[in-house]
């Protein structure tokens, strides 16, 4: 998500979104970003998934089931298409309701991941509980690969696929990361060596490429 302002200039979601979380206004931006997603998403090929990002806030004051299912039938985006983003902190909010909501959005064939996994908030002890399929492992794990950085990566990687979720690893960005990360088996990978943020009209073409069709 972007702004572009005529006065202001390009300005950063770092700066513009916790203020619509504070003044509610992330509820209809969230819900135009989530009906968006969907839609563009319909011109990508074969089942490519969009991951959207949701705020604490569209859980615990808005309806995001509700918001979901609206975008999934005025898109016709098939519900496995679509993935919900939300983030670690969530967790350390109403978990009971979070995870109600959660469970809704799960039922109708959505995919639901936690971004920025292992920055402080995940119990262990809770964790196989929560209505998740994928781990996004935080890009902190990889900026250094140490002996040290490289156990604690797979411990965490080994618990995530012992619990039986899929593992995406953020900020890749060296040839030496990814290959590390393909050795240990790791789902998926994010970050500027994959692909930098890009515009919509630029996202199939991308896809399209050979190298995407085949890996």
């Not at 572009?4 to 969230?30: H, R, W, Y």
């Amino acid at each position: 998500l972007r702004w572009d302002d005529p006065e202001l200039g390009t300005v950063s979601p770092a700066l513009f979104i916790p203020v619509a979380e504070e003044s509610g206004l992330i509820l209809p931006l969230g819900r135009w970003v989530l009906l968006e997603s969907c839609r563009v998403a319909l011109s990508w090929p074969g089942d490519t998934v969009v991951s959207v990002n949701v705020s604490v806030q569209q859980i615990l004051a808005g309806d995001l089931a509700s918001d979901v299912r609206r975008a999934l039938e005025l898109t016709g985006l098939p519900s496995q298409r679509l993935e919900i983003e939300i983030t670690e902190s969530v967790f350390s909010r109403d978990i009971d309701t979070i995870c109600t909501v959660l469970e809704q959005v799960r039922a109708m064939g959505v995919s639901i991941a936690i971004d920025d996994f292992g920055t402080g908030y995940s119990s262990l002890a809770y964790l196989r509980h929560l209505p998740v399929d994928v781990i996004k492992i935080d890009r902190c794990f990889i900026q250094s690969l140490d002996q040290g950085a490289r156990k604690l990566l797979l411990a965490l990687f080994s618990m995530a696929r012992g619990l039986g979720f899929k593992v995406v690893v953020e900020g890749v960005e060296t040839a030496e990361q990814q290959n590390l990360l393909v050795a240990m088996g790791v789902d998926y990978l994010q970050g500027y060596l994959i692909a930098r943020p890009m515009l919509a009209n630029d996202v199939v073409g991308w896809l399209d490429k050979p190298s995407r069709r085949h890996s």
